[in-house]
């Protein structure tokens, strides 16, 4: 059977400046294992699939994969997602849009670019000193270096750290190899950008791939929504701001943040680069 995918360039400030992700229309009829082959054979942080959805509320149901396997929420790939089942001609229900995940509903909007309702935190709080004391070995600095520290999970298993600036951030050379424990590492790291570029943080994500290795996403939407419900939180950033990431690889993404008290509204841009049909 064929069916229509394209891949599409999400939070990036230019042309392929981004995190792309693969979306697979019409798959309501694909098995697990088959989305998981395409996943690894697309090879990007994460493929999505576009299904009939469940809910009642929803405009349609996704399910989001990354190397390792399945995951219930993440952010680049919803906006990617929704925007590919827009420019695919999906048609709202409602005022906003509606996708059904893993995680359960998640609301979008549009307007100059389109974004997400942070969804509810599943784990959040101090971290234990001696998980800490891994997480900074990986990253090879001292605890000292750290300002703070916080689980901000909303699905992938995110731990947030917060360093004193960007230069520390963009310093950073991660080794998994210092890890001594067993469950994978997502570790979202964060300081103050402290330009005057309209930029207020820098951000560095990475993650443990299926093969043990430490992996950088380029620009990461669901770390980017809970780092910001820690932040905007605890008082540390505005009720709106811009942060960057991809800097250490090349790309220029950019985050825009919005909280209007209630909700916490991540959005980027999404520009489709490849379009065809997957066989």
Known sequence: MTRHFQIVDVFGSGAFSGNPVAVVHDADDMSTDEMMAITRWMNLSETTFLLTPTNAEADYRL???????ELPFAGHPTLGSCHAWLTAGGTPSGEGLVQ???IGLVRLRGGERLS???PPLIRQGPVDELFLQEVASVLGIEMNAIVDAHWVDNGPGWVGILLSDRDSVLALEPDVSR???Q???DIGVVAPHGSDGGVAFEVRAFFSNDQNELVEDPVTG???ASLAQWLIGSGRAPMSYIAAQGTALGRAGRIHVTSDGSD???GGSTVTHVSGEIR
């Open 222 to 224: 669901s770390l980017n």
């Open 100 to 102: 059904e995940c893993g």
């Open 116 to 118: 997400f309702a942070a």
């Open 183 to 185: 469950a994978g590492l």
């Open 63 to 69: 399910r989001i994969f990354t190397l390792r396997g």
């Open 264 to 266: 916490v509204w991540v």
């Open 179 to 181: 890890y001594a424990g």
